[in-house]
DNA sequence: TATTGTTATACTCTATAACTATA
DNA sequence: TATAGTTATAGAGTATAACAATA
């Protein structure tokens, strides 16, 4: 038992950053960046404050990331109505496009790579990633819990 | 179908980076120095070029991070018999026993995992997890290829 | 001339602490 | 007094380019 199961899970992990790190080298696009968008993306407009707990990153982070990412046009700031603390982050309209076919393109890539297991295997594949993923959130907040 | 096989991937590996990150949290050990170290347990003692095509990262890169490493003690540069320019990279002996540890945990890990999953379905799991990482590899180097 | 590693410089991500403007 | 965001400062990871010593 050399490669055990935990290192192919990681390795696709790796794989997958390095290609997007790749695919979007000098786009000005990074990690972190993407990850903000994703963010809004799925959550709709929202604070900074906001952001930051959905990232698990501290709002100075946010600002930092907001800040690029408007400079480049893919995010706006408008003013919090009823709050004049805070700031509303929304993607622009050419950003959330964007963003759109990236999560098509995400869907077929998934797809893709369960059309290379064996038909036979594919449920059991769904149901054990799944088992495998909530095991290890389990785990990990167990460990997270129990300094 | 909204959360796919792929996400399903990804969320692992975000998990286990995390707890990672929070296991070696205020002791000096980063992912990236963790890397270097495991790569030497793996490896045996190598010089820095070697690291770094390992790493995938600059010569610059590495020597940064051989630097960090020699001062908390875990590798030692030794002069290269035969080619004076070099050095070799080599784990300290309390570092190599850490390492030795960590892989012993990471295995015990993967068997918790794989636990997870209906005894019935073990096999297609690992078939499947095997096959993903392959098709994954491939069309990785495919877009790496074809710019 | 080519290779190994380092110095110099710069950018990104990240964090903590102190501060401003509003609640 | 508490919250939202920013300025200030710092450390880690990463990269490119220029340079020294050695092959």
């Known amino acids: 038992m050399d490669v055990t199961i935990l290192d192919r899970l990681l390795y696709i992990g790796e794989l997958f950053q390095r290609d997007m790190a790749r695919a979007f080298a000098g786009t000005g696009f990074t990690t972190a960046r993407l990850r903000v968008l994703w963010t809004l993306q799925h959550?709709?407009?929202m604070t900074q404050q906001a952001l930051a707990g959905q990232l698990e990153v501290t709002p100075r982070n946010v600002s930092g990331l907001v800040d690029a990412l408007e400079a480049s046009g893919h995010v706006r700031r408008a003013p919090h109505p009823g709050d004049r603390r805070a700031?509303?982050?929304?993607?622009?309209p050419a950003a959330a496009k964007t963003m759109t076919r990236m999560q098509r393109e995400h869907a077929e890539l998934s797809a893709a790579l369960l059309d290379a297991v064996a038909p036979a295997d594919r449920a059991a594949v769904e149901r054990g990633v799944t088992a495998i993923g909530e095991r290890l959130a389990e785990l990990v907040s167990e460990a997270e819990a129990a300094p």
Chains 1, 2 share one sequence.
């Open 43 to 45: 959550g709709g407009p």
């Open 87 to 92: 700031v509303l982050v929304e993607l622009t």
